[in-house]
């Protein structure tokens, strides 16, 4: 069974930083899609990055290049997301999610394809 058990979130200044984390477990495939979403108040989830097994390609939602960094640990299904100058509309809950047997991040990102859901975790960026 597949779990994910996510990490970070918190309170923090605009401006400052947060790392999440994502610990995936229970499949041996090694072609997946790992990634976050996020819900903002008002708004439906959407993508904010994601990061394929296959080749390392790598997504970003346009409101979040240049500030959001996704990686994976190698050898290791955690996936993590440095989040710099963070803004109040990144004010969220964050879902890190998982699709195996498919390694793409358009499936994922786009196509919104996700397989399994983390719990969410709470990023309030507020002063």
């Known amino acids: 069974q597949v779990q994910l058990v996510e990490s970070g979130g918190g309170l923090v200044q605009p401006g400052g930083s947060l790392k999440l984390s994502c610990a995936a477990s229970?499949?041996?495939?090694?072609?997946?899609?790992i990634g976050w979403f996020r819900q903002t108040p008002g708004k439906e989830r959407e993508a904010v990055s994601c990061?394929?097994?296959?080749?390392?390609?790598?997504y970003y939602a346009d409101a979040v290049k240049g500030r959001f960094t996704i990686s994976k640990d190698n050898g290791k299904k955690t996936a993590s997301l440095q989040m710099n100058s963070l803004k109040p509309e990144d004010t969220g809950v964050y879902y890190c999610?998982?699709?195996?047997?498919?390694?793409?991040?358009?499936?994922?990102?786009?196509?919104?394809?996700?397989?399994?859901w983390g719990q969410g975790t709470q990023v309030t960026v507020s002063s």
């Open positions: 999610a998982v699709t195996t047997m498919i390694a793409s991040v358009q499936a994922m990102c786009v196509l919104q394809i996700v397989g399994n």
């Open positions: 229970g499949f041996t495939s090694d072609d997946y899609t």
């Open positions: 990061f394929s097994s296959a080749d390392h390609s790598t």
